[in-house]
Protein backbone atom coordinates (compact mmCIF):
# COMPACT_ATOMS: atom_id res chain seq x y z
CA UNK A 1 0.00 0.00 0.00
CA UNK A 2 1.27 3.33 -1.20
CA UNK A 3 0.89 6.28 0.80
CA UNK A 4 1.76 10.14 -0.18
CA UNK A 5 1.92 13.13 1.93
CA UNK A 6 2.86 16.43 0.22
CA UNK A 7 4.11 19.29 2.06
CA UNK A 8 5.79 22.41 1.51
CA UNK A 9 2.64 24.88 0.23
CA UNK A 10 1.86 28.53 1.55
CA UNK A 11 1.34 32.08 0.60
CA UNK A 12 3.94 33.61 -1.60
CA UNK A 13 4.52 36.75 -3.13
CA UNK A 14 4.66 36.92 -7.45
CA UNK A 15 8.26 35.84 -8.47
CA UNK A 16 8.85 33.82 -5.17
CA UNK A 17 10.01 29.87 -4.99
CA UNK A 18 8.75 27.26 -3.50
CA UNK A 19 9.29 23.59 -3.05
CA UNK A 20 6.76 20.96 -2.51
CA UNK A 21 7.72 17.78 -1.02
CA UNK A 22 5.92 14.07 -1.41
CA UNK A 23 7.21 11.44 1.01
CA UNK A 24 5.90 7.94 -0.06
CA UNK A 25 5.72 4.62 2.03
CA UNK A 26 4.99 1.64 0.67
CA UNK A 27 7.26 -1.50 -0.47
CA UNK A 28 6.70 -1.03 -3.98
CA UNK A 29 8.30 2.25 -4.70
CA UNK A 30 10.64 1.45 -7.33
CA UNK A 31 7.60 0.30 -10.05
CA UNK A 32 5.72 3.88 -9.44
CA UNK A 33 5.75 6.91 -11.49
CA UNK A 34 5.04 9.87 -8.75
CA UNK A 35 3.41 12.75 -10.98
CA UNK A 36 2.49 15.94 -9.84
CA UNK A 37 -0.88 17.80 -10.14
CA UNK A 38 -2.54 21.06 -9.68
CA UNK A 39 -6.40 22.27 -9.12
CA UNK A 40 -7.71 25.44 -9.15
CA UNK A 41 -10.70 26.30 -7.56
CA UNK A 42 -13.53 25.97 -10.59
CA UNK A 43 -11.00 24.39 -12.68
CA UNK A 44 -9.85 20.60 -13.51
CA UNK A 45 -6.86 19.09 -11.96
CA UNK A 46 -4.21 19.71 -13.88
CA UNK A 47 -0.76 17.71 -14.92
CA UNK A 48 2.26 19.33 -13.59
CA UNK A 49 5.26 16.97 -13.88
CA UNK A 50 6.24 12.92 -13.28
CA UNK A 51 9.28 11.82 -11.85
CA UNK A 52 9.94 7.78 -12.41
CA UNK A 53 11.47 5.99 -9.72
CA UNK A 54 13.07 3.35 -11.81
CA UNK A 55 15.28 5.21 -13.80
CA UNK A 56 14.63 9.01 -12.73
CA UNK A 57 12.82 9.92 -15.72
CA UNK A 58 11.04 12.88 -16.12
CA UNK A 59 8.72 15.36 -17.93
CA UNK A 60 7.20 18.76 -16.96
CA UNK A 61 4.05 19.61 -18.62
CA UNK A 62 4.68 22.74 -21.25
CA UNK A 63 2.47 24.93 -19.23
CA UNK A 64 4.95 25.17 -16.29
CA UNK A 65 8.48 24.31 -18.10
CA UNK A 66 11.72 26.37 -17.53
CA UNK A 67 9.76 27.50 -14.03
CA UNK A 68 9.17 24.16 -12.42
CA UNK A 69 11.31 21.00 -12.47
CA UNK A 70 10.99 17.60 -10.74
CA UNK A 71 13.09 15.80 -8.51
CA UNK A 72 13.72 13.02 -6.23
CA UNK A 73 15.43 12.05 -3.18
CA UNK A 74 15.26 8.29 -2.91
CA UNK A 75 17.14 7.16 0.10
CA UNK A 76 14.15 8.84 1.40
CA UNK A 77 11.25 7.64 -0.75
CA UNK A 78 10.80 11.60 -1.22
CA UNK A 79 9.89 13.54 -4.54
CA UNK A 80 10.20 17.58 -4.33
CA UNK A 81 8.25 20.12 -7.46
CA UNK A 82 10.74 22.83 -7.21
CA UNK A 83 8.72 26.14 -8.67
CA UNK A 84 10.40 29.73 -9.41
CA UNK A 85 9.01 32.69 -10.84
CA UNK A 86 5.61 31.75 -9.60
CA UNK A 87 3.16 34.06 -10.68
CA UNK A 88 -0.53 34.50 -9.85
CA UNK A 89 -1.97 31.85 -12.13
CA UNK A 90 -0.21 28.74 -9.90
CA UNK A 91 -2.37 29.03 -6.95
CA UNK A 92 -3.84 25.75 -6.21
CA UNK A 93 -4.23 23.20 -4.27
CA UNK A 94 -1.25 21.08 -5.53
CA UNK A 95 -1.07 16.92 -5.42
CA UNK A 96 1.40 14.12 -5.48
CA UNK A 97 0.42 10.81 -6.59
CA UNK A 98 1.90 7.38 -7.70
CA UNK A 99 0.98 5.35 -11.22
CA UNK A 100 2.40 2.30 -12.48
CA UNK A 101 2.54 3.23 -15.70
CA UNK A 102 4.16 6.38 -17.14
CA UNK A 103 1.23 8.57 -17.77
CA UNK A 104 -0.08 12.40 -17.59
CA UNK A 105 -3.85 11.41 -17.17
CA UNK A 106 -5.02 11.81 -13.93
CA UNK A 107 -7.00 9.01 -14.01
CA UNK A 108 -3.68 6.72 -14.44
CA UNK A 109 -2.52 7.09 -10.83
CA UNK A 110 -4.60 5.25 -8.43
CA UNK A 111 -2.71 6.84 -4.92
CA UNK A 112 -2.92 10.64 -4.08
CA UNK A 113 -2.22 12.42 -1.32
CA UNK A 114 -4.20 14.92 0.56
CA UNK A 115 -2.88 17.95 -1.56
CA UNK A 116 -1.19 21.20 -0.41
CA UNK A 117 -2.49 24.77 -0.57
CA UNK A 118 -0.08 27.00 -2.66
CA UNK A 119 -0.99 31.11 -2.82
CA UNK A 120 0.52 33.37 -5.03
CA UNK A 121 -0.10 37.19 -4.23
CA UNK A 122 0.72 40.25 -3.74
Known amino acids: QVQLVESGGGLVQPGSSLRLSCAASGRTLSTYTMGWFRQAPGKEREFVAYIRWSDLLTYVSNSVKGRFTVASENAKNTVFLQMDSLNAEDTAVYFC???????????????WGQGTQVTVSS
Open 97 to 111: AAALRTRTLPTEYSK
